[in-house]
Every structure is written in structure tokens, then in C-alpha cells.
């Protein structure tokens, strides 16, 4: 038989290999950004187009490259930054691998201008898909200046992968922002559709910090400094009082380079334990500096993974480091050991009867920050009154409710009282019944329903908001002090594309600044203690395009709300609340499913009982 092993031509080793180091335009600009800090640049400028699928380009005052290293720096395998394997143990530098150069030019189309100091002139060189197009002397200043068009214009299928522009600009912002916080030595500038969306001059840590993060960041910041034989810490931890829902500003880096850690992350979860409120995630600015022969960061092709060789010692240091500068800020004593129990369930039925308006005697409306430190208060202590407001958006309560609910034709539930008999807690009444705060159960002609409470409550309340946004007639709760909400230009800008929809939907702007929203009317359904905490999620929704990339603005903000008001699993409700609650389900243009396409609700009919008990 004749022999059918054949090698793989260059040119398609180079684009198989390319998948690997670059999945999205991110990557290119990670890679792009990384090899102008390895040649020593002070400045850095990034220029994006369309997200970075028509352009990705680094420009650097890095020392640039001869003209036999130019055309040398796409081969794969060719590297200036190690020589012998040993060297990956004393690695400086972000790249060693060489082979971002050659995997972006087999997949796009490059061009690459450089020039060392001592030259007069450079070398421009063209490249399409690993095939030299030119190589010519060209007059360019000194460092290296590379740009990438149309990634991925031999591999359509990648290209159809790749997310709409929201999603992969924050893609590209994620990444700009690691290397930028890793090196706030170097001042960095980023273009994107030629306007200036970031412009950091060269500072300390924390200016840094600030500079990506608006202004506001600068109070939340404690600042974490340990130096032991192992390890040095230096950085910042956010006050647990400014926790956010999202995982979004966690960053550790070590040795100037920014990695993920679960083992890490949670030794600082560790060390604000008991300080935060549930699902709430502590921001960090960490870097971690250990003795390079004690890591290998070679373990993942995007380098953002490595492997340490203590790791249990790095914890146990990085945890007490940690935990020492909150308490030393006085952020520990927050804890109160004696609080009523009551206030860590979110819902309370006790309570009910007599909502109680808390008082703050200290506040006064005139001084600025007051607004934002009572939110910070209110979130920890959910009052009967706020959690009254999440149930308004089932319209009315009580008196109507029975009979409302009388419209479902559910069945009476007589014959079963045997059952339930000795539970007094029972009424004879009752027809519907809530298990493990999750489900409730009741009865239809054919036999059982089964109702996930937070999917249904999401279903209600997004018809709701999907009605009130289009014909525009949501009712809105006038604030007696409008809020004053802090955001990053990022998170303002999102705001300001909603603005018109979240109008719609009942929420009153008196005015969106650079880093500052002041809300002075809220959905009537929206508590004013979870106004932060809901366009927090809706900015991180409107980011990651959850649920879906397809839906409109409006059907986005209306699941964001829904997701975000639903009563949660876990919460326990009143007979009331559950059959007002099935009463709003079934009074719902599609009320089998959630709005994200779960089932709100399964059927047991008589008959597959039946089969069961044969
Ligand atoms: P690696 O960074 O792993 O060495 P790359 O493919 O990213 O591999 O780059 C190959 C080589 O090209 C580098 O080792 C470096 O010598 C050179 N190079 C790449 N980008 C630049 C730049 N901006 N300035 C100077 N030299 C560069
Ligand atoms: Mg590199």
C-alpha cells in the first residue's frame, strides 16, 4: 500500500498552530501590546477599528528591529527572549514562545514598521497570510508599529464565530486593562473608531487604578503591602462596603504579568469573610512578586494560568496580608456580631404586618456623599418596607387576589384535607403549597403543577417592563433625594445607549456626567435600596449580551430587570403571595416559559400518577 502520511504544508500548520494563541482580536492585542513592553517601550498606543476585526494596531518607542529580525520575528519558533530551556525558568519577559507574530500573519493581513535607534531608516514589511508581500526600507521613527487588518480573512468559519462588537471590545478593554495595570510605568493610549476611549499617562499604582476606573475608585482602595522571603505583595483591595455583584475588577499579576487564580481569588475571599454580603465579590489590584525559578508559566498557551510551586504558603500569606490591612483601615469592626437574625434572611413574614421605617439620624440630604454611603447601608440590611417594593410589580395585593385567582378554575382543594389534616399551619382553603422555598405545587383539573418561583416571577415581571418600555407609559416612584450614582466612563457610556429604554421603563435621569448618574425616579417595582445594584447587573448583562446577542436593547434591559426584582429561590411566601403569584403567571401572554426559554412550570397529570403507583 502506498504511504499517506504527508507533513502539513507551512502555511497550514501556521494557521492550525494560529488557533491556539489567537481565538479572538483580544489575543492579538494582547500579544501586540506584550511584545512592545518586552522591547522596553514608554509608550504605548493602541488603535482598534470595529472592535478589532477590520484593525488591531500596536504603535511602540520600543527599540525596534533590524532588518533580518524583522522578517525573522514570523517564523515560528523565533524568539529574541530565550535561548535554552533553562531560560524559561528566569523569564523577564511576557513572550518566549515565538510564535504570536507567525500565527497573526497566517490568518490576517500585516504590516510592520520598525526602526532601532541608531538607524536612519527602517523596514516596512507587508504580510498575508504567512506570505511575504513586500519587504521595503521605509522612513519611520524609532520603535515598531504593527497593524493587523482583517483577522481571520482566510478562515471564514472563525470569523462567523467570532461576538458582536460589544462583546469583543470588552474583550480588548479586558485585556488593555491588564497589561496597562501591570505597567503603570508606561503610559498607554487606546483609540477605538478613532475617538480616544482610554488615554493613562505613566503614574504610580493607584493613579493607575483611578485612570481606568473613574475617580471614585481612589476612596475605595486599601492599600495591601507585604514582603516576605517568599512572596511581596503590593496593591489594593476595595472596601468590602463597595463590593459589586459582578466579578469585575479582580486582578492579581504576578511578576508584572496578570493571571487567573481560583486558589488565589479564594484566599482573598477568605479574608473578607463575614464582611460582605452574599453574592457581593471583593475587587482587587494585587501584584504578587516570587522568585521566577518558583513558577512555570508554561502551562497554558495563553499564558494567564501558572503553576506555583508552594502554592499553600502563598495562600496562607496572601490571606493574612490581606485580612491585616482591612482590619488595620478599621473595615473589620463593620462586623456585627449581635444583629438580628431576621436581617440576614431577605424576606421575613414575621415582619410583615408592621413594616418599620428606619430612621438615620445623621443623614442629611446636603452633603453630597450621603446618598451613596445610605445605599451602601440599606443593601445590608433588607427592611420588610424594601422587599414590599419587589412585589409590586404584581400589581395590586390582597383584597383582589382571591378573587383574581378564581379565573384559573383551579380545583378545590377538599378531597385532599386529609392529607394535610394535621398541619395546622395549613389553611382549609389553600390551594396551592410552597416546598423547599423553590417550587410551588398546586392543583389543576388534570392533575399537578409544579412552579419554579423565580423562574415564573421573571416571567411576570418581564412582561411588565416589555409592556411599560413600549408603550412607554411605565409609572415611576419620584425619589425624595435623587440618587447619586458613581460609574467608570465604560459603565456611563452603556447608560447613556439605554438611557431612552431605562426612560421607558420608568427610571428619571436627572443627569449623567462623566463618572456620576443622579436617578431622581425609579420603577415603581425598583426599591430605591437596589437601584445600584440593578444597573450594575444590567451593565454587565448589556456587556456579556446575556441572555442572547440577537435581542434588542429593550429586551435586554427588560430581562436584566426581571432577572434581577424575581424573588430568588430560597425565599419563603405567603399563601397570599403564591397564589397572587400563579394567579400573574397564568395571566401571561407565554407563561411556560422563563424569559431567558426555561420552563416556568411542569404538569403531573392524574394519569402518569397513576401509572406510578400500579
Ligand atoms: P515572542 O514574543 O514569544 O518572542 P513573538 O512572535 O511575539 O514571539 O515575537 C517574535 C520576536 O519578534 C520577539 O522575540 C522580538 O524579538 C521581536 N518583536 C516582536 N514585536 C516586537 C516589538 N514591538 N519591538 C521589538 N521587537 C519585537
Ligand atoms: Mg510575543
Known amino acids: ?31 501586540l501590546l506584550e511584545n512592545a513592553i518586552d522591547a522596553g517601550a514608554t509608550s504605548i498606543k493602541l488603535i482598534i477599528k470595529d472592535a478589532g476585526k477590520t484593525l488591531v494596531q500596536v504603535i511602540d518607542n520600543g527599540k525596534g528591529m533590524s ?25 523577564n519577559t511576557k513572550g518566549f514562545r515565538g510564535e504570536a507574530l507567525a500565527s497573526i500573519a497566517a490568518i490576517a493581513h500585516v504590516e510592520l514598521k520598525t526602526k532601532q535607534d541608531h538607524e536612519d531608516v527602517g523596514t516596512c514589511i507587508v504580510i498575508e497570510g504567512s506570505t511575504v508581500i513586500s519587504q521595503e526600507v521605509v522612513v519611520t521613527p524609532k520603535g515598531t508599529s504593527i497593524s493587523v487588518k482583517n483577522l481571520f480573512f482566510n478562515i471564514p468559519a472563525r470569523r462567523n464565530f467570532l461576538k458582536s462588537n460589544t462583546v469583543e471590545t470588552r474583550h480588548i478593554i479586558d485585556e488593555f486593562h491588564r497589561v496597562a495595570l501591570a505597567h503603570p510605568n508606561i503610559s498607554f493610549v487606546m483609540f477605538h473608531n478613532g475617538s480616544e476611549t482610554f488615554n493613562l499617562p505613566e503614574s504610580n499604582y493607584r493613579q493607575r487604578i483611578v485612570n481606568i476606573f473613574g475617580i471614585k475608585t481612589n476612596e475605595k482602595l486599601v492599600p495591601v503591602n507585604e514582603d516576605t522571603e517568599v512572596l511581596q505583595i503590593s496593591g489594593f483591595v476595595g472596601k468590602p462596603e463597595f463590593a459589586k455583584k459582578t466579578r469585575g475588577e479582580q486582578f492579581f499579576f504576578v511578576n508584572n504579568r496578570f493571571i487567573k487564580s481560583a486558589y488565589l481569588n479564594h484566599a ?26 518558583t513558577i512555570d508559566i508554561n502551562i497554558h498557551p495563553t499564558k494567564t494560568e501558572i503553576k506555583f510551586d508552594d502554592e499553600h504558603t502563598l495562600y496562607a500569606i496572601l490571606r493574612s496580608s490581606v485580612k491585616h490591612s482591612l482590619g488595620q483601615f478599621n473595615i473589620a469592626p463593620v462586623l456585627d456580631f449581635e444583629r438580628d437574625a431576621n436581617l440576614d434572611t431577605p424576606y421575613s413574614y414575621q415582619q410583615k404586618g408592621t413594616p418599620s421605617i428606619e430612621v438615620d439620624s445623621n443623614f442629611n440630604p446636603f452633603r453630597e456623599d450621603q446618598q451613596a454611603s445610605n445605599i451602601a447601608t440599606s443593601y445590608r440590611k433588607p427592611t420588610a418596607a424594601s422587599w414590599e417594593g419587589l412585589y409590586v410589580g404584581l400589581e395590586s395585593k390582597g383584597t383582589q387576589t382571591q378573587q383574581d385567582f378564581s379565573e384559573v378554575h383551579f380545583e378545590s382543594n377538599s378531597k385532599n384535607e ?14 396551592t403549597y410552597q ?9 389543576i383539573k388534570s392533575g399537578l403543577l409544579l412552579i419554579d418561583q423565580h423562574r415564573a416571577h421573571q416571567r411576570i415581571l418581564y412582561e411588565n417592563f416589555l409592556k411599560n418600555m413600549t408603550i412607554k407609559e411605565a409609572m415611576s416612584q419620584q425619589l425624595l433625594f435623587p440618587l447619586a450614582l458613581h460609574f467608570s466612563p465604560q459603565e456611563i457610556e452603556i447608560i447613556n445607549q439605554l438611557k431612552t429604554d431605562l426612560e421607558h421603563a420608568g427610571f428619571i435621569f436627572q443627569a449623567i456626567k462623566d463618572e456620576l448618574v443622579e436617578i431622581s425616579g425609579v420603577p415603581v417595582s425598583v426599591p430605591e435600596s437596589e437601584v445600584s445594584i440593578i444597573l450594575e447587573q444590567l451593565i ?3 456587556e456579556n449580551e446575556v441572555p442572547d446577542s440577537n435581542f434588542s436593547a429593550t429586551d435586554l434591559l427588560a430581562k436584566s430587570l426581571a432577572k434581577s426584582l424575581a424573588i430568588k429561590t430560597g425565599q419563603s411566601l405567603t399563601i397570599l403571595e403564591q397564589e397572587h403569584l400563579v394567579n400573574s403567571l397564568f395571566a401571561c401572554k407565554e407563561p411556560n416559559v422563563s424569559p431567558t426559554n426555561k420552563a416556568t412550570f411542569i404538569t403531573m397529570t392524574v394519569d402518569a400518577l397513576d401509572r406510578k403507583f400500579v
Open 1 to 31: 500500500m502506498a504511504d499517506i502520511i504527508q507533513l502539513l504544508p507551512d502555511h497550514v500548520a501556521n494557521q492550525i498552530a494560529a488557533g491556539e494563541v489567537v481565538q479572538r482580536p483580544a489575543s492579538v492585542v494582547k500579544e
Open 67 to 91: 532588518v533580518t529580525d524583522a522578517r525573522l520575528s514570523f517564523e515560528r519558533h523565533a524568539t529574541s527572549k530565550i535561548k535554552t530551556a533553562d531560560d524559561l525558568f528566569k523569564l
Open 268 to 293: 482573598i475571599g477568605s479574608a473578607f469573610e463575614g464582611l460582605l454580603k452574599d453574592g457581593a465579590h471583593a475587587s482587587y489590584f494585587l501584584n504578587l512578586t516570587v522568585n521566577p525559578q
Open 418 to 431: 386529609s392529607f394535610f389534616d394535621n398541619d395546622n399551619q395549613v389553611e382549609q382553603k389553600q390551594s
Open 435 to 443: 416546598f423547599h422555598n423553590k417550587y410551588i405545587v398546586s392543583t
Open 540 to 542: 454587565s448583562d448589556v
